[in-house]
């Protein structure tokens, strides 16, 4: 079971695709029970963490963004992977209200309740937070559609129907303890769906998919994500291909389309990123764990990759930061 707590991976084999994603992990941060009595409507603020919804009762509509509104039916769950901004509505043509507008009830710790509308609730939405273990800025997650829902992906994973039947249950029943229940049948479904996803081939053979799943290339992307704090060289990356310097680098250079020096780079300051917001390191500890003599030093490779400095992060992760972002 996936929880706050849990080391599990969601995913086995033994493939560089599996390799790599057994350590990619989702944790569950916050969850809403919401009864909402039509009209209704609830915008959602763009945020790092994943946003998750499940439906019961009357159907809903979903909009993301500039995208076009989607129905989503009684015992259907959607995973917003990169927390888009969106809406949820009882029709396309009602007016919503922030979610932050609305008063909750903590029924316990991290599972609150919600009602809204103006008449009796006729549809009931669980929804959550979720954390990647792994920043937005990783490969895996860029490519995630903006939104990923559960019955589309039933055919791929037989799984899916049966957890979005024990949700059903599980809403319907109200039984006590039932929320926290929920939260982990959550948990579940939603590393469900991504596994489904991913068994369906990414929705791309191209890219970086292509890359990690050459034969060759593939076990030395998921050496690099899975210890970007390791001091990767050329020499040691060609070994682990089992080639020579130079033909490991042009190889990796035509399949990846960039050096592995700047690859692993890059890697490692992603990697960073998601230490200063994330975990909430001090600069000096990060450039310590990546092998920099200096903090001036990472500092300046940092800014390089990503554009800002690493304080900026640092300072964004004390107060409403990168990952401070609850369900309410």
Not at 126 to 144: D, E, W
Request: proline residues 4%.
């Amino acid at each position: 079971m996936l929880d706050r707590s849990s080391n599990s991976s969601l995913f086995g084999g033994s493939d560089a695709v599996s390799d790599l994603l057994r350590g990619l992990r989702l944790d569950g941060v916050d969850y809403g029970r919401c009864e909402m009595g039509a009209p209704w409507g609830i915008s959602f603020p763009a945020q790092t963490a994943a946003r998750f919804h499940f439906v019961d009762g009357s159907s809903c509509w979903l909009k993301v963004s500039a995208g076009d509104w989607l129905e989503l039916r009684a015992g259907d769950a959607v995973l917003l992977p990169r927390g888009r901004e969106h809406v949820l509505a009882s029709a396309p043509d009602v007016p919503s209200l922030a979610i932050r507008s609305f008063s909750f009830e903590e029924v316990s710790q991290g599972i609150y309740e919600m009602r809204g509308g103006n008449a009796e609730a006729t549809t009931t939405l669980f929804c959550g937070s979720m954390h990647f273990n792994v920043g937005v800025v990783h490969p895996l997650l860029r490519m995630m559609p903006e939104t990923m829902r559960a019955t589309e992906l039933a055919g791929r994973d037989p799984a899916i129907p049966h957890l979005l039947e024990a949700m059903t249950r599980e809403v319907d029943m109200k039984r006590v303890g039932s929320a926290g229940i929920l939260a982990r049948l959550a948990d579940v479904l939603a590393a469900t769906i991504i596994r489904a996803w991913v068994e369906r081939g990414c929705g791309d053979s191209t890219g970086w998919v292509a890359a990690i799943r050459n034969s060759d290339i593939g076990k030395v992307l998921a050496a690099i994500h899975r210890s970007p704090d390791h001091d990767w060289t050329v020499e040691s990356l060609a070994k682990l291909m089992g080639a020579s310097r130079s033909s490991f680098a042009e190889r990796f250079t035509a399949i990846v389309g960039e050096t592995p020096a700047r690859y692993v780079t890059r890697v490692r300051m992603h990697q960073a990123m998601h230490w200063l917001t994330r975990d909430r390191l001090r600069v000096s500890v990060v450039a310590t764990r990546l092998g920099y003599d200096s903090q001036a030093s990472f500092s300046r490779a940092f800014k390089r990759v990503i554009g800002e400095p690493p304080s900026h992060f640092r300072d964004d992760a004390q107060g409403e930061g990168l990952f401070s972002s609850p369900l309410f």
